[in-house]
């Protein structure tokens, strides 16, 4: 099991920049997938960035490709996204999720779940 909790939201101007973590407990967090979702009101989940156990394996929305960067330092149980020139549009909740098995962009299929961090980007 794996516990997650999100930090480094906040209000940012549009061209901003802000980094999230994503810290997990537990020992076998080297073991996870982890994807970052986000919620804009009344909207579903959707898919941002996701990156594999190991690292080797990354992938990105279309809607953040060059201008989002997620990584992950296991020796830290920490996940980040680094998100480059905000647009309103980038305006929702963000959560991290995390999965032994799943990769891909389907939010039902990650398990774990974090609380969620604001992300508010002004024009």
């Known amino acids: 099991q794996v516990q997650l909790v999100e930090s480094g939201g906040g209000l940012v101007q549009a061209g901003g920049s802000l980094r999230l973590s994503c810290a997990a407990s537990?020992?076998?967090?080297?073991?996870?997938?982890i994807a970052w979702f986000r919620q804009a009101p009344g909207k579903e989940h959707d898919f941002v960035a996701g990156?594999?156990?190991?690292?080797?394996?990354?992938n990105y929305a279309d809607s953040v490709k060059g201008r989002f960067t997620i990584s992950r330092d296991n020796a830290k149980n920490t996940v980040y996204l680094q998100m480059n020139s905000l647009k309103p549009e980038d305006t929702a909740v963000y959560y991290c999720?995390?999965?032994?098995?799943?990769?891909?962009?389907?939010?039902?299929?990650?398990?774990?779940w974090g609380q969620g961090t604001q992300v508010t980007v002004s024009s």
């Open positions: 999720a995390a999965d032994q098995t799943t990769w891909g962009t389907l939010a039902g299929r990650y398990k774990y």
């Open positions: 537990g020992r076998t967090f080297s073991s996870y997938n």
């Open positions: 990156i594999s156990w190991t690292g080797a394996r990354i």
